[in-house]
């Protein structure tokens, strides 16, 4: 287990770092079809089977809130680029699958950014030292993930 003040300047580098990089990339989107919270969504549907996922799951995926989501692919819906489907498992449920026309206007759009990404990154970092940040991100995201929580601080470590 790493110092505390140790991991929390670690995440301020992190948390800064995606910031910066987050706000050149939404500078750099080529948002003339889709948003970049849109191109989020289908980019997460891409990478599904049948490039579909239940909306609760989709939901999971983003840093969006339930009704937010939901209002976003209304919109790419009235626009033909997912569709809505019923979960025939659960009535409840529903599917958001992307189109024909979702994936060509995905595809579009992903190429020119994915070249935006490769600058912003490529610009600070060799290929060795993107290659170490992926697989410090997995780890990092899969630790987090395992629903790790944190233990009550003692009066002696409350600040940091």
């Known amino acids: 287990m790493s110092d505390k003040a140790t991991a929390v300047a670690a995440w301020e580098a ?11 990339l939404n500078a750099e989107f080529p948002g003339g079809e889709i948003s970049f919270n849109e191109y989020d969504v289908c980019f997460n549907l891409s990478t599904q089977p049948g490039r579909r996922s239940r909306m609760r799951d989709l939901t999971g995926h983003l840093l969006l809130t339930q009704p937010s ?23 409840r449920g529903v599917y958001v699958a992307l189109t024909a026309h979702g994936f ?7 190429v020119q950014h994915a070249a935006s990404i490769a600058a912003v990154l490529g610009a600070g970092l060799s ?34």
Do not use: H, W
């Not at 992190?14 to 990089?21: D, E, I, K, P, S």
């Not at 989501?69 to 009535?91: F, H």
């Not at 060509?104 to 992903?110: C, G, K, P, Q």
């Open 69 to 91: 989501v939901s209002r976003l692919v209304d919109r790419l819906a009235s626009r033909g680029i997912v569709e809505k489907q019923p979960n025939p498992t659960d009535a």
């Open 127 to 160: 290929d060795g030292e993107l290659r170490t940040l992926t697989e410090l991100c997995t780890k990092v995201r899969r630790a987090a993930g395992q629903g790790v929580t944190p233990s009550r601080p003692s009066p002696d470590t409350a600040s940091v």
């Open 104 to 110: 060509d206007v995905y595809r579009s759009v992903a």
């Open 14 to 24: 992190l948390f800064r770092a995606q910031v910066q990089v987050m706000r050149n």
